[in-house]
């Protein structure tokens, strides 16, 4: 547990027991406590020991605010109203429905991660929509904490249901995967860009949306706050655009078959990375940012304008 901003904090999810990968933010309210973004079911011993060291328990929480509905941020989210079944879950509405019922979500994510999705991600148990509150673009969250709320953007790009969450009183956003992978204000940004929403001028006109804020800070789920926001979302669309530019020329020459062409870019990324970091900073980069699907992500956006 560590604070980050006036009565906000930062759990450390030790995501398969290494650091610096997925993080939660915990709001002190008044009368609890808010998370945003509580992980995978898998991690949930990890969530209670952190809530367990400022003094709290799942029994103090009052909201989730998810800000997407993948597995790494909202998997968790079931299990935890199931076992208190008072707290609202703020997400936007077109992933309500995932929500509510996940049965379309894991059986895209078995596919994806096969025998391997138990042990990465635990359960994902549906969340009652009497629960749901669904949110969209200008909408706010009235917190019982001395009058302040959460402003709400829409800000697709990583996927077509991804929110941010805005507190004016500290100047912190709250981003999600919107603005890439960042670890600990470190220099280096990777963007997320998993199948099947990957929309890359989504991705740019969600990051003005946010730079409309004027935050002072972000505070990425992959991982903990970055406070040169300026140079945060420089950095994070110019790796965007050359990742793209990347897939978009390969899949020009049409040389190889799909899995050769994406592991061919995933060790392309991984050269990249191991230039300027540490072994273990480098496996928590690539488990943080995906990076062995963000080609699909890319490679299925290139396809469909590349067809048109």
């Given at each position: 547990m560590e604070r980050i901003a006036e009565r906000i904090y930062q759990i450390d999810l030790a995501h398969l027991g290494r650091l610096n990968v997925i993080a939660s933010a915990i709001i002190e309210l008044d009368d609890g406590i808010a998370i945003v973004d509580p992980g995978p079911s898998s991690t949930l011993p990890a969530l209670r020991a952190g809530l367990a060291a400022g003094g709290w328990s799942l029994v103090d929480v009052r909201w989730l605010l998810v800000t997407h509905v993948h597995l790494d941020h909202a998997g968790a989210c079931g299990e935890i109203v199931r076992q208190?079944?008072?707290?609202?879950?703020?997400?936007?509405?077109?992933?309500?429905?995932?929500?509510?019922?996940?049965?379309?979500?894991?059986?895209?994510?078995?596919?994806?991660?096969?025998?391997?999705?138990?042990?990465?991600?635990?359960?994902?148990?549906?969340?009652?929509?009497?629960?749901?509150?669904?949110v969209n673009e200008g909408d706010s969250i009235h917190l019982e904490l001395a009058g302040r709320r959460l402003d709400i953007a829409y800000t697709p790009g990583h996927a077509s249901h991804h929110v941010s969450y805005y507190d004016e009183t500290t100047g912190l956003a709250f981003v999600g995967d919107s603005t890439g992978a960042r670890i600990c204000d470190a220099a280096l940004v990777l963007p997320t860009t998993p199948a099947p929403d990957i929309d890359l001028q989504a991705i740019h006109t969600s990051a003005e949306r946010i730079l409309s804020w004027n935050p002072e800070?972000?505070?990425?789920?992959?991982?903990?706050?970055?406070?040169?926001?300026?140079?945060?979302?420089?950095?994070?669309?110019?790796?965007?655009?050359?990742?793209?530019?990347?897939?978009?020329?390969?899949?020009?020459?049409?040389?190889?078959?799909?899995?050769?062409?994406?592991?061919?870019f995933f060790?392309?990324?991984?050269?990249d990375l191991e230039q300027s970091l540490t072994v273990d900073r480098t496996l928590a980069y690539e488990q943080g940012a995906?990076?062995?699907?963000?080609?699909h992500g890319l490679a299925r956006y290139w396809r469909t304008k590349l067809s048109e």
């Open positions: 208190h079944p008072g707290i609202q879950v703020a997400v936007h509405e077109k992933g309500a429905r995932h929500l509510e019922n996940p049965t379309r979500l894991m059986s895209s994510a078995q596919r994806v991660f096969g025998n391997d999705l138990e042990r990465l991600w635990g359960d994902f148990l549906p969340v009652p929509s009497a629960n749901l509150r669904r800070r972000l505070f990425l789920t992959h991982f903990g706050p970055a406070t040169n926001v300026a140079e945060h979302m420089s950095r994070h669309l110019s790796k965007l655009d050359a990742w793209s530019q990347y897939v978009k020329d390969a899949l020009r020459q049409q040389e190889e078959e799909d899995q050769a062409l994406a592991d061919r060790a392309w990324v991984h050269a995906a990076t062995h699907l963000s080609w």
